[in-house]
T-cell receptor
């Protein structure tokens, strides 16, 4: 079974500063995808960024970037120039292959942004 | 394009009752999956429907069942409700695209179920 672990229940960051969220996963698969989702108080899960395991280059989406360490099974999210709108619950998620839609989620990290 | 819509947004039931939650998938999407998110936890996969057939199921008992309709909308039914069924139920749709990793899930805002 695949497991996703987020060891930081809460993180706080000053507006305009950088915060890094940790995620580790356990798998024996070689073909998989990793995701970070954001869940604001509106409850809707929003995809922040995704990483294909076969790609060595770390994914980047504007202020969001990941540090993917495949051998260590680590997938951290860096939020740069934090904004008040970044405040939310962030979930790391894992999926096997490209046709298995089942996502396995971590327990989440609550991010608070201080003005 | 319209996103994923779910109804109702909130509902309260008593133990032993049955509930039906509904989901309209995003335009162009043919696959629907359901997740249960207990308070303070990450979502847990319940099952997935593709072309009106269940083609994947998580560790949930048979009293959790579903349907997918020809227009790709879906229902989640839960029988004999238990207190632990209180949770946010999320529906997600995807396009079932080619092997590109492009078949990213689009989530709805969920249905908050409280079982008393």
């Amino acid at each position: 079974a695949q497991t996703v672990t987020q060891s930081q229940p809460e993180m706080s960051v000053q507006e305009a500063e950088t915060v890094t969220l940790s995620c580790t996963y356990d798998t024996s698969e070689s073909d998989y995808y990793l995701f970070w989702y954001k869940q604001p108080p509106s409850r809707q899960m929003i995809l922040v960024i995704r990483q294909e395991a076969y790609k060595q280059q770390n994914a980047t989406e504007n202020r969001f970037s990941v540090n993917f360490q495949k051998a260590a099974k680590s997938f951290s999210l860096k939020i740069s120039d934090s904004q008040l709108g970044d405040a939310a619950m962030y979930f790391c998620a894992y999926r096997v292959g490209s046709n298995d839609y089942k996502l396995s989620f971590g327990a989440g990290t609550t991010v608070t942004v201080r003005a | 394009e319209t996103g994923v819509t779910q109804s109702p947004t909130h509902l309260i039931k008593t133990r032993g009752q049955q509930v039906t939650l509904r989901c309209s998938s995003q335009s162009g999407h043919n696959t629907v999956s359901w997740y249960q998110q207990a308070l303070g936890q990450g979502p847990q996969f319940i099952f997935q429907y593709y072309r009106e057939e269940e083609n994947g199921r998580g560790n949930f008992p048979p009293r959790f069942s579903g349907l997918q309709f020809p227009n790709y909308s879906s229902e989640l039914n839960v029988n004999a409700l238990e207190l632990d069924d209180s949770a946010l139920y999320l529906c997600a749709s995807s396009s079932g695209a080619t092997r590109t990793g492009a078949n990213v899930l689009t989530f709805g805002a969920g249905s908050r179920l409280t079982v008393l």
